[in-house]
């Protein structure tokens, strides 16, 4: 089991086992929090392997179990692999406020979706940053609670918001949904 706590830390659990501790912990509170203290002069974050906030929100590629994707209050979004308990990847300029939800795709599982307070949807290739596209949700609706992929269909995802209102989109034309229930 994976799971994301209000320290910048994800914690892996054996069930299989009486253990009352994690068997191993991604992210280091103690650089999180020289970090935020300034201690940490002139690092960025992208240069941290943690996160610096809550860790709010994961997805397990499904295809490739051991990549992990993770959203924090910190606006960031980190890959991490799970063989070698490491960030792989961060993406800190796609959000300005905290990122609420991650979504691997489920017919191409190198393209995340991801979703903050900030009303702003992303969709990109893993591998190559300069794939992002970014859309804004509308003002009239809330801050998003979750994402999730159209099973079959590569293009297709759906967000449901903090208002109740769920939206459709298509990756190809991601300016307005494709509906709005």
């Not at 943690?50 to 397990?60: N, P, Y």
């Not at 903050?116 to 509308?138: A, C, E, H, M």
């Not at 079959?152 to 509906?179: A, M, Q, W």
Request: hydrophobic share 40%; charged share 25%.
């Amino acid at each position: 089991m994976i799971v994301g706590t209000f320290l910048p830390e994800i914690e892996i659990w054996n069930l299989d086992t009486e253990a009352c501790e994690p068997i191993a912990i991604l992210g280091n509170i103690e650089e999180s929090t020289n970090y935020n203290e300034g201690k940490l002069k002139g690092k960025s974050l992208e240069s941290l392997n943690t996160h610096v906030e809550a860790v709010m929100c994961m997805s397990l590629n499904p295809v490739q179990k051991e990549y992990l994707a993770s959203g924090s209050e910190d606006k960031t979004v980190r890959i991490w692999d799970l063989d070698e308990l490491q960030c792989k990847a961060v993406f800190s300029k796609i959000h300005t406020d905290k990122v609420q939800a991650v979504k691997w795709n489920q017919v191409n599982d190198k393209v995340l979706l991801t979703a903050g307070y900030d009303r702003i949807v992303n969709v990109f290739d893993v591998r190559n940053k300069d794939s992002l596209i970014k859309t804004k949700i509308p003002k009239a609706v809330k801050d998003v609670e979750s994402v999730y992929w159209h099973p079959n269909l590569e293009h297709n995802f759906g967000i449901s918001t903090e208002s109740g209102c769920v939206l459709g989109y298509d990756t190809r034309k991601l300016s307005e949904p494709i509906f709005l229930i």
